[in-house]
């Protein structure tokens, strides 16, 4: 990084003391930007920079209520509207015991871009709570949702700001909110969240598509060297909403996903993934992984070690950020990996990138690889507001047009920029671009 980039993040750190994964976040993009500042110097005349790393607005509340047994519980809720250069803020809402403003802010910087490569007019936010839905009743999770929109409501809007889902919150808890919302605004305006039920203003297709996206562009990635998913041999991590479908895109491309996992551990299957029985255990039963054992004879439940030690082509990780480090990418590149795609937001560690791109594997960054669940939440927007339902070819058709054009840009970009096969730097630079000549024109505010 040159001199005016490295006293840039050294700002974001003394201004942001303590929020490790936001200044991890900020330093990836601010590494790869310094061809296109050199460029395009108006971006930084017109501080364009200096103020997208400053989030438009943070908001912190409490979120109080009443557990089974009568006690009074507190959380902490959270939503940072980062940037509205290219339209309402968009991205989900976490609910992991983990969430804290850090994390918030990092998933929301990475959004903006991810946003931004989609070209659906989309701006960058992100949310939370450091409430664990794991273990908690349905009541429960249900008085927590409306105490969490009681205060999120008044910031919200289709045209303002527009929550989804992430980490710990799926249709379930997004049915919860949209419920409040409606209650207390005494309006039935479905575009205000997404990853809402089907019967109720839901895209086919929203529920599969950061998993299949993912899978998508890593095949995009492979046919540029005239392979595909055929007959490789993967690996996910994570078993929740993105992995599973991550899991069966690639085996319906004819890959064999042979490993997942949980935070408890991970299961080796080596007849391959039963993407249905997964998906029983965790989305209808709310099971874990070690649930998937007692049920296929071939599966082994590992409780110590890494999902990474599996030997593998692939590798997807798709749970959560900075789960995959140095000594793991090591470990997979001894195995011979030839592919990464990250499903989750960040779940690389940088040391882990730099070792994947010095032995030349393909290697995708989440905020283009994933992209295709904030797409398709635009998607669902799109429905709500011309009050139709697309089939499900039909979003899914638009859904792998809209991965095949993010690709073919991140790509090009890094062509251009001399770097061909650097995905990182054709992202950040490519999804950096539309944002900061947004904000040109837009001036200084
Ligand atoms: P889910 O809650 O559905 O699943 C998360 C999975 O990751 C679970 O299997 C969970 O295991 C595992 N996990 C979470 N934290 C850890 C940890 N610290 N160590 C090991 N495993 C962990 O979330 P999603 O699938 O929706 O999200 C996964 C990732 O994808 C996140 O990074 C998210 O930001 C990203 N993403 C999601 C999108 C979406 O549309 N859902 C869109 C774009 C990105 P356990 O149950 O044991 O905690």
Redesign the pocket.
């Known amino acids: 990084m040159d001199d005016y980039l490295d006293a840039l993040f050294e700002h974001v750190r003394t201004l942001n003391p303590g929020e490790d994964v936001f200044h991890q976040a900020v330093h990836e993009v601010l590494e790869s930007l310094g061809p296109a500042l050199v460029k395009n110097p108006q971006y930084r005349d017109a501080g364009i920079l200096e103020r997208m790393i400053e989030p438009e607005r943070q908001i912190v509340f409490r979120v109080p209520w009443i557990d089974d047994y009568g006690k009074v519980q507190v959380h902490r809720g959270y939503r940072v509207e980062y940037n509205s250069a290219l339209g309402p803020y968009k991205g ?1 809402l ?1 609910f ?1 015991p983990s969430v804290n403003i850090s994390i918030v802010k990092f ?1 929301g910087f990475e959004q903006i871009f991810k946003n931004s490569l989609t070209r659906q007019g989309i701006g960058g936010g992100k949310g939370g709570s450091n409430f664990d839905p ?1 273990g908690k009743s349905d009541n429960e999770v249900m008085r927590f949702c409306q105490s969490f929109m009681t205060e999120l409501y008044r910031h919200i809007g289709e045209y303002t700001d527009v929550p989804a ?4 919150v ?1 249709a379930r808890e997004i049915g919860y909110m949209f419920g409040q919302y409606k209650r207390l605004t005494n309006r039935y305006e479905a575009g205000v969240l997404t990853g809402k039920g089907l019967g109720w203003g839901g895209s086919l297709a929203r529920t599969e598509a ?1 998993g299949y996206g993912t899978v998508l562009f890593a095949e995009s990635m492979m046919h540029q060297h005239g392979e595909g998913f055929d007959g490789q041999r993967v690996v996910v991590s ?6 599973i479908y991550a899991i069966e895109k690639a085996q319906q491309l004819g890959a064999t996903v042979v490993s997942f ?4 551990g991970y299961v080796v299957d080596e007849e391959g993934v039963d993407v249905d029985l997964l998906r029983q255990i965790k989305e209808v039963e709310r099971g874990r992984v070690s649930d998937y054992v007692d049920h296929k004879s071939s599966a082994e439940l590992v409780t110590g070690g890494s999902v990474w030690d599996v030997p593998c082509t692939v590798a997807l990780p ?4 900075n ?1 995959l480090d140095e000594a793991a990418a090591r470990t997979l590149v001894n195995n011979g990996v030839k592919v990464v795609a990250e ?3 960040m ?1 690389c560690t940088p040391e882990a990138v730099e070792i994947f791109q010095l032995a030349e594997c393909l290697f995708a960054p ?1 905020k283009a690889a ?1 992209a295709g ?2 797409a398709t939440s635009a998607l669902e927007m799109e429905q709500n507001a011309s009050r139709e339902q697309w089939s499900f070819d039909k979003a899914e058709a638009k859904l792998t047009k809209i991965m095949k054009t993010i690709h073919d840009e991140c790509a090009e970009t890094a062509e251009a920029y001399g770097q061909p096969g650097d995905y990182v730097l054709g992202a950040n630079i490519a999804g950096f671009t539309r944002v900061a000549d947004a904000m040109l024109a837009q001036g200084i505010v």
């Open positions: 989900g976490r992991h998933l794991h889902g992430d980490i710990g799926g950061t994570g078993s929740g909403n993105v992995a996992s949980d935070s408890s798709c749970a959560t950020q789960e499903g989750a937001n779940p989440g994933n669940g904030v």
